[in-house]
């Protein structure tokens, strides 16, 4: 059984597989075709000697033998992946370097000839956002009309230094136009990124993330740096070498860049696959499996997922599940609407949750999701939070988790809120019905203004907290934690 959205294999990220399963309702595999193009950064018209990092062939090192036509380059490929899977169908991936820098005329034969072959399913070309032409654009508009069409983008990096080092050719503000155009003719983008490029820091790797998510994209893949033989990049290294990611720093980084990362992206590639005769370093990329299984246990450890910073409610519950058994006693002390606590309750199935709130609504909105989900562990009480001690006298030291969601009810009025005086004597009131390893988790939302003056006032708090934040946004929500 699947226990994350948007994979079939469990993984904690959006898997193109699963994707592709979804959307064909079959198995389907990309071959890598290498279409003879070359590239504007390497011919003039943008630049000369092509990105520093790229390798002889383009970046198509798992591409077809460009000596062959492309059509016995797919079927040598496909008969490959037909033995294991004989019903499965076919995307022809135009890979090898920039394959829309030619004339439409001999972009359709190239095109076309793949998509006339049995079982083929659609395309996907790689391709620079510098060298889509518009009557280029007009054509992949018609096609992706006829088929399924996706357009990979080499992005690489945000930072314009780092461009310029690795002679990327184009600078950011092209590249996002590009993704809009391409948007707007609701054309598929899959970007291409690269961490551990030349000086970068874990920081600007983090940055190149959050600037993909204001972007409307649909996928991603996610490489580490290749330092090949025969490269400008293996010069740059051989001259004035520079520091290169270990296994570890890749694994940490990327899992950071999956918790930032948009939930709806899916995931192409998580990490690169060198042909191994050509690297230079890192040599730990050559055992790709191994990085798959470190960054999945990596992802466990931490019991996060693809997405999971863009709500502290996500941390929220990942805390009551950490700190909660199935037959503790718990408390949501703002029940709202009973989301925390339907999730308390499942929780606990041989437990119990106790809820409170003030307003008649919450009490009965509680009440119905409880109903609905069949869920009957639980009492409210219609009080304010911060009499629960006096409430639940009988559970003093025998209350495990308790998680107060401040604010005001959710389509509800908002001029209702809770606000520090209150909080701060139920928080006082909370701590004494915490067993020995109880935990007080608090979200707190300084967005509006009774929100900030408990942001405020609760800094002033005479216990050892704990603060979590998925932003740098001081607005934003984060929570507290308090331990017993």
Known sequence: MNIYKNTNSNKRYYTLDYFYQNKFKSKVFKVSLNAGFTCPNKDGNKGFGGCTYCSLSGSGDYAGDIKTDLITQFNTIKEITHKKWPTSKYIGYFQANTNTYAPVSELKIKYEQILALPKVVGLSIGTRCDAIEDDVLDYLEELNKKTYLAIELGLQTIHESTSQLINRGHDLQCFDNMVLK???RNIEVVVHIINGLPYETKDMMLNTIRHINTLPINGIKIHMLHILKDTAM???YVKEPFP???KEQYVDIVCDQLELLKSDIVIHRITGDPVKDDVIEPLWLIKKFGVLNDIDKELARRGTYQGFNASILNRAKQLMINNTKSNDLVIDATVGNGNDTLFLSNIVKNGHVFGFDIQDKAIENTTQLMTLNNNKNYTLFKKSHEFMNLVLADYINKI???????GYLPNGDKTITTNYKSTIKAIDSAYKLLNDKGLIIVVIYPGHKSGLEESIKLKE????????????DPSAPYLITIKK
């Open 244 to 246: 290169v990611l270990t």
């Open 461 to 472: 708090l005479n216990y050892d907290i704990n603060y979590y934040y998925n932003t740098d």
């Open 182 to 184: 391409l948007h707007e």
């Open 234 to 236: 293996a010069k740059l």
């Open 400 to 406: 495990s988790t308790i998680i107060f969601n401040l």
